[in-house]
């Protein structure tokens, strides 16, 4: 499977700064996306980056807030801007290489914002 | 995508088997069913992945009855390391691979 990093692993943040999170895998990958898990809580899909075009974001997330790049088939990022204490959570991105293969995880961006 | 549902907590002993069942009533017939499992401070990991019948790995077996309308997730003797949340999740496998979690199971594994 593909091994992916995220970068930075943990950040502890301002109000009001923006963070953005890389997300880079081993190999090219068909599909992207981009997750959200609060403290003890599952995992909430925030969008799927799209190589070459706009990402698409899951209902409550919008591109002002969290805008996604994915400049080729390896390589993500996410930003979270204009961040308030509710932003803290974990970031996960997961990657998937064909539609009947199952998606894999990066280990998470683990944010505080204070 | 069918929304799943799986008991919230479990608790089981070293050594036993454990079964975690999953019901999606509303699956469609493109869809697969996938688990993951997740410790603290990871993103989920991939256990197995089926359509139907009984599919078995190194890991776990996932038993989907005829009707796919539940699954079960068997983990034959646990140890204290496959502590962690188990999540069930359907996902549709002609178009693209979005995946909607649930809350997932929490699997304590007691000495």
């Known amino acids: 499977s593909a091994v992916i990093s995220q970068k930075p692993s943990r950040d502890i943040c301002q109000r009001g700064t923006s963070l953005t999170i890389q997300c880079q895998v081993d190999?090219?990958?068909?599909?992207m996306f981009w997750y959200r898990q609060q403290p003890g809580q599952s995992l909430t899909l925030i969008a799927t980056?799209?190589?070459?075009?706009?990402?698409?974001?899951e209902s409550g997330f919008v591109i002002d807030k969290f805008p996604i790049s994915r400049p080729n088939l390896t390589f993500s990022t996410l930003t979270v801007s204009n961040m308030s204490p509710e932003d803290s959570s974990i970031y996960l991105c997961?990657?998937?290489?064909?539609?009947?293969?199952?998606?894999?995880f990066g280990n998470g961006t683990r944010l505080t914002v204070t | 995508l069918a929304k799943t549902t799986q008991p919230i907590s479990m608790d089981s002993y070293e050594g036993q088997e454990v079964n975690i069942t999953c019901s999606h009533n509303?699956?469609?017939?493109?869809?697969?069913i996938t688990w993951y499992q997740q410790f603290p401070s990871q993103g989920p990991r991939f256990i197995i992945q089926?359509?139907?019948t009984k599919v078995t790995n190194e890991v776990a077996s996932l038993f989907i009855p005829a009707d796919r309308k539940s699954s079960t997730l068997s983990l034959p003797r646990v140890s204290l390391s496959d502590t962690a949340v188990y999540y069930c999740?359907?996902?549709?496998?002609?178009?693209?691979?979005?995946?909607?979690f649930g809350a997932g199971t929490r699997l304590a594994v007691h000495p």
């Open positions: 997961s990657v998937g290489q064909s539609n009947n293969s199952p998606l894999h």
């Open positions: 190999s090219q990958v068909t599909m």
């Open positions: 509303n699956i469609a017939t493109n869809d697969y």
């Open positions: 999740l359907s996902s549709f496998s002609g178009g693209y691979n979005k995946l909607i």
């Open positions: 089926g359509y139907k």
């Open positions: 980056a799209n190589q070459g075009s706009e990402a698409t974001y």
